[in-house]
């Protein structure tokens, strides 16, 4: 059983930055990836960054690219989400999970979520 617990998020202004950080519980972090997701009222949740389990390969949404950067700390069991030039429309939910790409079926334990809002 892995436990994620994802950080508080906040209210930041159109244009500014904010980190999400995931915590995971056990000893077997660095052997599995970690994906971020999110989820907007009234719309499916979405595939936003990924990260592999020695964070040697990332991957993106298109809608986020060049503007968010995934990283990992081992040692901490951490993953970090760093979110910069945020807009309105990347007010969601966001959600980590544990697993590797963008399909929603490649993860099997996710964390509660934390709301971000981008106000304009």
């Known amino acids: 059983q892995v436990q994620l617990v994802e950080s508080v998020g906040g209210l930041v202004q159109a244009g500014g930055s904010l980190r999400l950080s995931c915590a995971a519980s056990?000893?077997?972090?660095?052997?599995?990836?970690i994906g971020w997701f999110r989820q907007a009222p009234g719309k499916a949740r979405e595939f936003v960054a990924t990260?592999?389990?020695?964070?040697?390969?990332?991957s993106y949404a298109d809608s986020v690219k060049g503007r968010f950067t995934i990283s990992r700390d081992n040692a901490k069991n951490t993953v970090f989400l760093q979110m910069n030039s945020l807009k309105p429309d990347d007010t969601a939910v966001y959600y980590c999970?544990?697993?590797?790409?963008?399909?929603?079926?490649?993860?099997?334990?996710w964390g509660q979520g934390t709301q971000v809002t981008v106000s304009s």
């Open positions: 990260i592999s389990g020695n964070g040697g390969s990332t």
């Open positions: 056990g000893r077997t972090f660095s052997t599995y990836g």
């Open positions: 999970a544990r697993g590797y790409g963008s399909r929603l079926y490649n993860y099997n334990y």
